[in-house]
Every structure is written in structure tokens, then in C-alpha cells.
T-cell receptor, first 112, second 111 residues
Framework: DTGVSQDPRHKITKRGQNVTFRCDPI?????LYWYRQTLGQGPEFLTY????????KSRLLSDRFSAERPKGSFSTLEIQRTEQGDSAMYLC??????????FGPGTRLTVT | QQQVKQSPQSLIVQKGGISIINCAYE??????FPWYQQFPGKGPALLIA?????SEKKEGRFTISFNKSAKQFSLHIMDSQPGDSATYFC??????????FGTGTRLTIIP
């Protein structure tokens, strides 16, 4: 399968713990995006990388959130000191142009 | 401020009928308008997209109609099938490469 992959698919954590998600984009896609989707809503943009450079961050991305794409390939999204409001589906997308963004299956985070 | 408004919230269509979902946007800087299909527990899948210099785009049973002056666009699904039952999101893109999504339409196709 050559699509966007995300790991883990599901994560249950206790409030206050740190979690890290991984995204592997489609091979040779230089653009990588993170979105968050809560139940019954459309995805909301979090951040965007072109190669290893993080070019845009949403105000939704508080200081507890950090994203990296160290070698311009896979990316990680870390949430520190998780809160119940962080419970959501975290989606990764990749693209080779500014237009067609292809999404992965998402990581479902539940904070108890 | 919701920049992309989508309606209806839910839609029930008989098999073989036409499903129509509408979206309206506010920001004229948007220059690319994709539609995504999402099944439960899955990520959104790109279905079809249009740019504002075109008034209509058709791919198989899926058609986007675009009205630049009214700042509206719609998705038409012809000959709707039970396998089309999913949530559909319209979206809009501008220069900063951030997709802004509508709130989604849950489509159910009944036999």
C-alpha cells in the first residue's frame, strides 16, 4: 500500500500523559499536513511542513503540541500533558503540489 | 467565523436518485475547492475538485457545479448507490495551503 500511513491507529491515555503519533506520507510527497477532527465536525488544520520546514501553525496548536519532520520524510506530532479536550481523530495528509491533499486513516486519541 | 458553510447536515436519497450537497464560501482568496468522502473510522478520501475558472467538472457519477459570482459550489451524485452512503465534506484552499472544511453532510442511500 503506497498511501499515507499513521501509527498508532488508536491511543488511549490518561490525562496528563504525553503521547506521540507518527505519519508516513506518500513517497516523494514534500508537503505534509496535520489536521484534527472531532466527532461530527470537519477536519481542522493544525500545521504544515514543506520538506523539513514547518511553514504554518494554527492557533489551535497550543504550547503543549509540537510537530517535527526531521528529514523531510515522516513526521511526528507530540501532545504533552494531555487534556480531555484533546480527544479527537488526528489526521495526516500529504501532497506533491499545493492542491491535492491525500489523507491517512488517522489516529484516534481518547484521553481518560 | 465559519468560512465554508455546508448544507444539508444530513440527506436521505433513494437508490438511483440524485444526491445534491451545497457549500458556500466567504473568502474570495480561495482558489481550489475539493470534495472529500469519509466512511466511519477512516480518513477523508479526495473525491473530486474544481478551480474557480471552471463552472462544472464531471468525473463518472460525480459532478461539481461552481458559481463564482454567488460564491457557491455543489456536489451532485448521479444514480446514487448504497455504497455512496458516507459523510461528505466540501473544502476550500487558499495560498497558505490550509484546507478549510465544511461541517459535513451525512448521506444515506436507501434501497
Amino acid at each position: 500500500d503506497t498511501g499515507v500511513s499513521q501509527d498508532p491507529r488508536h491511543k488511549i491515555t490518561k490525562r496528563g500523559q504525553n503521547v506521540t503519533f507518527r505519519c508516513d506520507p506518500i513517497s516523494e510527497h514534500n508537503r505534509l499536513y496535520w489536521y484534527r477532527q472531532t466527532l461530527g465536525q470537519g477536519p481542522e488544520f493544525l500545521t504544515y511542513f514543506q520538506n523539513e520546514a514547518q511553514l504554518e501553525k494554527s492557533r489551535l496548536l497550543s504550547d503543549r503540541f509540537s510537530a517535527e519532520r526531521p528529514k523531510g520524510s515522516f513526521s511526528t506530532l507530540e501532545i504533552q500533558r494531555t487534556e480531555q479536550g484533546d480527544s479527537a481523530m488526528y489526521l495526516c495528509a500529504s501532497s506533491s503540489t499545493r492542491y491535492e491533499q491525500y489523507f491517512g486513516p488517522g489516529t484516534r486519541l481518547t484521553v481518560t | 467565523q465559519q468560512q465554508v458553510k455546508q448544507s444539508p447536515q444530513s440527506l436521505i436519497v433513494q437508490k438511483g436518485g440524485i444526491s445534491i450537497i451545497n457549500c458556500a464560501y466567504e473568502n474570495t482568496a480561495f482558489d481550489y475547492f475539493p470534495w472529500y468522502q469519509q466512511f466511519p473510522g477512516k480518513g477523508p478520501a479526495l473525491l473530486i475538485a474544481i478551480r474557480p475558472d471552471v463552472s462544472e467538472k464531471k468525473e463518472g457519477r460525480f459532478t461539481i457545479s461552481f458559481n463564482k459570482s454567488a460564491k457557491q459550489f455543489s456536489l451532485h451524485i448521479m444514480d446514487s448507490q448504497p455504497g455512496d452512503s458516507a459523510t461528505y465534506f466540501c473544502a476550500a484552499l487558499k495560498g497558505n495551503e490550509k484546507l478549510t472544511f465544511g461541517t459535513g453532510t451525512r448521506l444515506t442511500i436507501i434501497p
